[in-house]
């Protein structure tokens, strides 16, 4: 049992919570332990809700995932965690993070409870309309940084919020992607597939990639400006940023990426790419 609350609450998908620290981070605060300690609290508070929104999540669609070739193996589909003790255990999560965003900030603690109605209407409604899935989902990574940002109160740059909007997007669509091609013409249970095509989600796909790195070139140039330093790091930046875009599109072409967090688990390249901006940005940040 207590295995299977474990893998119920995946916490392979705490990954995603690391853009907490995004903001803080490119502010320049994370070397002050006040600062690093409340943005740790804050991603402790985003776990604790994303699991207890999984939880929720299987609950409501546990007859289409026994089903599903995969996720028939989840605890609560599976049986291993019953209905009952889910609603109880996903309950307490949400309520443990939501208190501690309040105990944090109160404007943290209203970003986390608009993540939790965002994801919560997700779960009901909105994964049944096409496009409007996508955007959802995408908006629950920007409530992520907004988090970090609000709880250490450091500023948010245009440019930032919108590289981190497209980014979410790419990413999102480059899961529903690859799920099309991995299900084909297997029953799914995810409605929106039937709505989507390849062609139409590579477009998204070009869209979104191609202004996620638009508006980090922005984000680089206003952080060398704005920092007045003689140093090209934030323009060097943009390289490892480029490549590690390229990288993932051509893993989505390949058939991988309806599990993003595996992916970045499991592509050494891309977490080289992905250690190389963090030293080259945070040189910038905390150096230059």
Known sequence: MIKGLLREARPKQWAKNVLVFA?????????????LWRSLAAFVAFCLVSSGTYYWNDIHDV?????????SKR??????????????????LLGGGIGLGFALSWKLGL???????ITTLYSTVLKHVAVIDLVAVASGFVLRAIAGAVV?????????????????????TGKRYAELREMGDQVNTRSTLEDYTTGFLRIVLSVSVGATLVTYCMWAFEGREVSGSSWPFYELSILPMLTALLRYVLILEQGHGAAPEEIFLSDRWLQALGLAWIVVFGLGVYVG
């Open 75 to 92: 605890p609560i589909a599976a049986g291993i965690v019953s209905v009952g003790v889910a609603k109880v255990v996903g309950t307490a």
């Open 23 to 35: 903001a803080p981070g490119a502010g320049g605060v994370l070397n002050d332990w006040h600062f």
């Open 111 to 117: 970003v986390i409870v608009g993540y939790v109605t």
């Open 152 to 172: 250490d109160d450091v500023r948010m740059s245009t440019w930032f919020l919108l590289t981190t909007s497209f980014g979410s997007l790419f990413i999102v």
């Open 63 to 71: 007859e289409a995932d026994r089903n599903h070739p995969k996720k």
